[in-house]
């Protein structure tokens, strides 16, 4: 079993920048891969960022690429996501994942975090 708890979300103006944690129990969490998904209010939820168990690999949407960062310390058993040059389409509720492989498909994902709020103002 994995737990995941994420935290700071938050109002910020477009172009500025947050820094998203996901905090894990559990002593497998080095195993997993991770990923990040956004859902905004009536749209479908959408894979932001994957990365692999040990680091070595990441996967971007377009939308984001060069702008947001994913990285994780298996040793504090966290998972971050830097947010840069936010825009107000960027809105959405944040939720960390964690899997077995990296997919841009939020089925294939065992765990899920219940998620943060992030809100760009134009």
């Known amino acids: 079993q994995v737990q995941l708890v994420e935290s700071g979300g938050g109002l910020v103006q477009a172009g500025g920048s947050l820094r998203l944690s996901c905090a894990a129990s559990g002593r497998t969490f080095s195993s997993y891969t991770m990923g990040w998904f956004r859902q905004a209010p009536g749209k479908e939820r959408e894979f932001v960022v994957g990365i692999t168990w040990s680091g070595s690999r990441t996967y971007y949407d377009e939308s984001v690429k060069g702008r947001f960062t994913i990285s994780r310390d298996n040793a504090k058993n966290t998972v971050y996501l830097q947010l840069n040059s936010l825009k107000p389409e960027d809105t959405a509720v944040y939720c960390c994942?964690?899997?077995?492989?990296?997919?841009?498909?939020?089925?294939?994902?065992?765990?899920w975090g219940q998620g943060t709020q992030v809100t760009v103002s134009s």
């Open positions: 994942a964690a899997g077995r492989i990296v997919t841009m498909d939020y089925y294939e994902y065992d765990y």
